[in-house]
């Protein structure tokens, strides 16, 4: 959250394994390593608060080293599919949920990735481009002034979209 | 503000300060009677609340022990989290965005609508929906819904250009920017939106209708009126002859006090209110207050619903504007030709960015992951609102291993999804697909459910107490001076967003109690 850098709470090679794993589980070539080794920071601290937690995450970035050689001269390829063999471990779920969670908490990483954050000083949007967007017409706002269809089909036109190719399977992704 | 001394048997008590609480109590104490509001949560100002998705959650949201098991997704992506819920003055409705559809009338009769769905313990409102009808437009009124009664209607944000323009070009008609429970124009003393997308932070601008901005204030000029944060209710006492008679409850300083009622009505919303019956079980009640039938904390409802997400070639810039301003109701029909019983309503979503990684794809890593939240600008989102089926099985229940910070059971959420459930979002999702593409999409993705923000119908409504929990005047069966004036009341859940009916029934039940009060019977 801050950008000042927190008191590290885990060993340098504990930290640099993290960092390596970190630019792994979101590899964003954009982003320097700054914010990933903020994340890994605020990591630690919050591993500090439970012992168990703390030996986990020692154990898991040992382990992580031991298979690795040295993780941050390891390749992407290299990191992702440790990670992969690891998805399942509580290790993962820790360092995973809370690197994303911090990661993306950082002012910096909002700058880059274009997320300005809080806008009420500014005034909002208001009269900053709410409604801008240049590449579709301006649609209708109001209600139809024509009665919904409670009970049964649509009409012509919309049923046969409806009936158009069905989607892929739940959680599936589509691309265009 | 005015004072009641705790062993004050006149007044009417009412549990928690959410939609449902607060317009009961303002009725209340307009109409005359006493009334003593307890809140779990701290008041906090709206100068107070902050533009931050991270530390407004932390601010505004109920983070005690809770825990979600069954085939719905929150239990393995959120565990810990099974709904979305506000602990301060004002409930939920600080979270909240502000879509406010009615119900349909077949929705208020969907055993006679949709016939017997195996699975499924579908039953009749038994209230005559015509007669909600002016507590609607009283609630419109005193939300300031946009679209409504010369309202303006809410302006197009980018997200809804988007959505609106795929509802168009694939073949929908009924889409709109509401109706919107947030100023366009200043109204009831509270200005406009300056459209600056932090609705579920509370809103710092006082633009959107909360009962912390509208009801409760008015409800302390009433001088009929106290309210008591940082009160947690643990227990509802029922006299020799089984009325209600007290409600205990632990102060900021964890000091267990004991306020007197003539009447109490509970509005903690579907999880706390039956936990709230079911640790009042007293003689005569073993089983909770209203729970003689078994039905107390089942038949828990929290919509049919999912995300899907579009990126496009141009820029959206999502997190401007009103978080939700956007809604289709053509599917919001029941149409059994589509493979389920019931419809659904499409409606505009917009995230900051922790939000959107948080839920685009809970659990995710990786390089496709970050492929698409470099595309976060490119993105615009739509959330699916459909009826889920009520199933007996889905319940909420005391922990045997889990306790709140007060040291109480836990509440456990045990949700299963129908397969109607299924196949309605497997329909929605295709839709929306279908929706981005149609204005150019070069990325469609499906996400699951959020923890829920719609939690319906664990104590439900019914003529016969054989059948629910309450009568059809929220009235618990059997402790004749025992309200529930919430979502739980809820026999089925309908498509709609629930608040503006939840304060519909509020409404009509103070009518009700004003009327009971004056014949002498409460
Ligand atoms: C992000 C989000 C967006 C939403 N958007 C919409 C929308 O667009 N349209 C819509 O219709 N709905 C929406 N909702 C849902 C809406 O917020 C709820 O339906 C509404 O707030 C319910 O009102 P309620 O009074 O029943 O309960 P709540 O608002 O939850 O209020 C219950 C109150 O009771 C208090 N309480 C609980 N237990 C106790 C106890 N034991 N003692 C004392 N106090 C207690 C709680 O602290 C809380 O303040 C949204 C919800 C979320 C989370």
């Given at each position: 959250m801050t950008e000042d850098q927190p008191a590290p709470a885990v060993p340098d090679a504990t930290a640099s394994t993290l960092l390596a794993l970190a630019r792994a589980l979101y590899p964003h070539p954009g982003i320097p390593d700054g914010p990933y080794e903020r994340a890994v920071a605020l990591l630690a601290a919050d591993a500090a608060a439970s012992s168990e937690l703390s030996a986990l995450v020692a154990a898991g970035a040992a382990e992580a080293a031991a298979a690795l050689g040295d993780p941050g001269a390891a390749s992407l390829e290299a990191r992702t599919a440790w990670l992969a063999a690891h998805e399942g471990e509580a290790f993962f779920a820790f360092v995973r949920e809370r690197i994303c969670f911090h990661l993306y908490d950082d002012r910096e990483v909002w700058q880059l990735l274009g997320y300005p954050g809080p806008s009420y000083a500014l005034g909002g949007y208001l009269h900053r481009g709410f409604d801008e967007l240049p590449w579709l017409p301006d649609p209708r706002v109001e209600e139809l002034d024509e009665p919904l269809v409670e009970l049964g089909p649509l009409g012509a036109s919309a049923a046969s979209e409806a009936a158009a190719p069905a989607a892929a399977s739940a959680g599936a992704e589509v691309t265009a | 503000m005015r004072h009641y001394e705790l062993d004050d048997a006149d007044v009417a008590v009412v549990v928690g300060s959410g939609p449902g609480g607060a317009s009961l109590a303002l009725r209340l104490a307009r109409a005359g009677l006493d009334v003593v509001m307890l809140e779990s949560g701290r008041w906090i100002d709206p100068e107070d609340f902050v533009d931050d998705e991270r530390i407004a959650f932390a601010q505004l949201s109920w983070l005690e022990a809770r825990r979600a098991t069954g085939s719905w997704t929150l239990a393995h992506d959120f565990p810990a989290l099974p709904a979305w819920n506000g602990h301060a003055v004002g409930g939920t409705a600080l979270l909240w965005t502000g879509l406010t559809p009615r119900f349909k009338d077949h929705e208020f009769r969907t055993r006679s609508s949709y016939g017997e769905i195996a699975g499924a313990s579908l039953a009749d409102w038994p209230i005559d929906p015509a007669e909600l009808a002016p507590y609607y437009a009283e609630s419109e009124r005193a939300m300031g819904v946009s679209h409504r009664e010369g309202r303006p209607p809410m302006p197009a944000n980018t997200s809804y250009r988007v959505f609106a323009n795929g509802a168009e070009r694939v073949g929908y008609r009924h889409y709109a920017t509401g109706p919107y429970a947030t100023n366009v124009e200043p109204y009831d003393g509270r200005p406009g939106t300056i459209q600056d997308g932090f609705n579920s932070q509370g809103d710092r601008h006082r633009s959107k209708w909360t009962p912390l901005v509208s009801e409760i204030p008015k409800a302390i000029a009433t001088d009929r009126f106290e309210l008591r944060p940082e009160s947690h209710a643990v227990r509802i006492t029922l006299d020799a002859a089984g009325r209600a008679d007290g409600v205990e409850y632990l102060d900021r300083d964890g000091v267990l006090r004991r306020q007197r009622a003539a009447l109490v009505a509970v509005a903690g919303n579907a999880i706390e209110t039956p936990r709230l019956l079911l640790l009042s079980a007293t003689a005569g009640h073993e089983h909770g207050l209203g729970n003689a039938s078994d039905h107390l904390g089942r038949h828990y409802m929290r919509h049919t619903t999912g995300v899907v997400y579009g990126q496009f070639p141009d820029e959206v810039h999502m997190y401007r504007g009103e978080n939700m301003a956007g809604i289709v109701a053509d599917e919001s029909r029941h149409d059994p030709e589509r493979g389920f019983a019931g419809g659904y309503y499409l409606e505009t979503i917009s995230q900051g960015l922790p939000s959107f990684t948080t839920f685009m794809e809970p659990g995710g890593w990786g390089a496709d992951f970050t492929a698409r939240v470099e595309g976060y600008p490119r993105t615009a989102a739509s959330w699916i609102c459909g009826e889920d089926l009520p199933q007996p099985g889905n319940r909420v229940t005391l922990s045997d291993e889990l306790v709140d910070r007060w040291g109480l059971p836990a509440p456990e959420v045990h949700?299963?999804?129908?397969?109607?459930?299924?196949?309605?979002?497997?329909?929605?999702?295709?839709?929306?697909?279908?929706?981005?593409?149609?204005?150019?999409?070069?990325?469609?993705?499906?996400?699951?459910?959020?923890?829920?923000?719609?939690?319906?119908?664990?104590?439900?409504?019914?003529?016969?107490?054989?059948?629910?929990?309450?009568?059809?005047?929220?009235?618990?069966?059997?402790?004749?001076?025992?309200?529930?004036?919430?979502?739980?009341v809820f026999t089925t859940g309908a498509a709609a967003n629930p608040t503006l009916t939840i304060m519909a029934l509020s409404l009509r039940q103070g009518d009700r109690i004003v009327d009971a009060r004056r014949r002498g019977e409460l």
């Amino acid at each position: 959250m801050t950008e000042d850098q927190p008191a590290p709470a885990v060993p340098d090679a504990t930290a640099s394994t993290l960092l390596a794993l970190a630019r792994a589980l979101y590899p964003h070539p954009g982003i320097p390593d700054g914010p990933y080794e903020r994340a890994v920071a605020l990591l630690a601290a919050d591993a500090a608060a439970s012992s168990e937690l703390s030996a986990l995450v020692a154990a898991g970035a040992a382990e992580a080293a031991a298979a690795l050689g040295d993780p941050g001269a390891a390749s992407l390829e290299a990191r992702t599919a440790w990670l992969a063999a690891h998805e399942g471990e509580a290790f993962f779920a820790f360092v995973r949920e809370r690197i994303c969670f911090h990661l993306y908490d950082d002012r910096e990483v909002w700058q880059l990735l274009g997320y300005p954050g809080p806008s009420y000083a500014l005034g909002g949007y208001l009269h900053r481009g709410f409604d801008e967007l240049p590449w579709l017409p301006d649609p209708r706002v109001e209600e139809l002034d024509e009665p919904l269809v409670e009970l049964g089909p649509l009409g012509a036109s919309a049923a046969s979209e409806a009936a158009a190719p069905a989607a892929a399977s739940a959680g599936a992704e589509v691309t265009a | 503000m005015r004072h009641y001394e705790l062993d004050d048997a006149d007044v009417a008590v009412v549990v928690g300060s959410g939609p449902g609480g607060a317009s009961l109590a303002l009725r209340l104490a307009r109409a005359g009677l006493d009334v003593v509001m307890l809140e779990s949560g701290r008041w906090i100002d709206p100068e107070d609340f902050v533009d931050d998705e991270r530390i407004a959650f932390a601010q505004l949201s109920w983070l005690e022990a809770r825990r979600a098991t069954g085939s719905w997704t929150l239990a393995h992506d959120f565990p810990a989290l099974p709904a979305w819920n506000g602990h301060a003055v004002g409930g939920t409705a600080l979270l909240w965005t502000g879509l406010t559809p009615r119900f349909k009338d077949h929705e208020f009769r969907t055993r006679s609508s949709y016939g017997e769905i195996a699975g499924a313990s579908l039953a009749d409102w038994p209230i005559d929906p015509a007669e909600l009808a002016p507590y609607y437009a009283e609630s419109e009124r005193a939300m300031g819904v946009s679209h409504r009664e010369g309202r303006p209607p809410m302006p197009a944000n980018t997200s809804y250009r988007v959505f609106a323009n795929g509802a168009e070009r694939v073949g929908y008609r009924h889409y709109a920017t509401g109706p919107y429970a947030t100023n366009v124009e200043p109204y009831d003393g509270r200005p406009g939106t300056i459209q600056d997308g932090f609705n579920s932070q509370g809103d710092r601008h006082r633009s959107k209708w909360t009962p912390l901005v509208s009801e409760i204030p008015k409800a302390i000029a009433t001088d009929r009126f106290e309210l008591r944060p940082e009160s947690h209710a643990v227990r509802i006492t029922l006299d020799a002859a089984g009325r209600a008679d007290g409600v205990e409850y632990l102060d900021r300083d964890g000091v267990l006090r004991r306020q007197r009622a003539a009447l109490v009505a509970v509005a903690g919303n579907a999880i706390e209110t039956p936990r709230l019956l079911l640790l009042s079980a007293t003689a005569g009640h073993e089983h909770g207050l209203g729970n003689a039938s078994d039905h107390l904390g089942r038949h828990y409802m929290r919509h049919t619903t999912g995300v899907v997400y579009g990126q496009f070639p141009d820029e959206v810039h999502m997190y401007r504007g009103e978080n939700m301003a956007g809604i289709v109701a053509d599917e919001s029909r029941h149409d059994p030709e589509r493979g389920f019983a019931g419809g659904y309503y499409l409606e505009t979503i917009s995230q900051g960015l922790p939000s959107f990684t948080t839920f685009m794809e809970p659990g995710g890593w990786g390089a496709d992951f970050t492929a698409r939240v470099e595309g976060y600008p490119r993105t615009a989102a739509s959330w699916i609102c459909g009826e889920d089926l009520p199933q007996p099985g889905n319940r909420v229940t005391l922990s045997d291993e889990l306790v709140d910070r007060w040291g109480l059971p836990a509440p456990e959420v045990h949700y299963d999804d129908h397969p109607n459930d299924v196949a309605m979002r497997e329909h929605a999702y295709g839709r929306v697909e279908a929706m981005f593409r149609a204005v150019g999409a070069e990325r469609v993705w499906r996400a699951p459910a959020m923890p829920s923000g719609h939690n319906l119908g664990t104590a439900r409504m019914s003529a016969d107490p054989a059948d629910g929990v309450v009568d059809p005047e929220g009235r618990v069966h059997g402790v004749p001076n025992l309200f529930v004036s919430d979502g739980s009341v809820f026999t089925t859940g309908a498509a709609a967003n629930p608040t503006l009916t939840i304060m519909a029934l509020s409404l009509r039940q103070g009518d009700r109690i004003v009327d009971a009060r004056r014949r002498g019977e409460l």
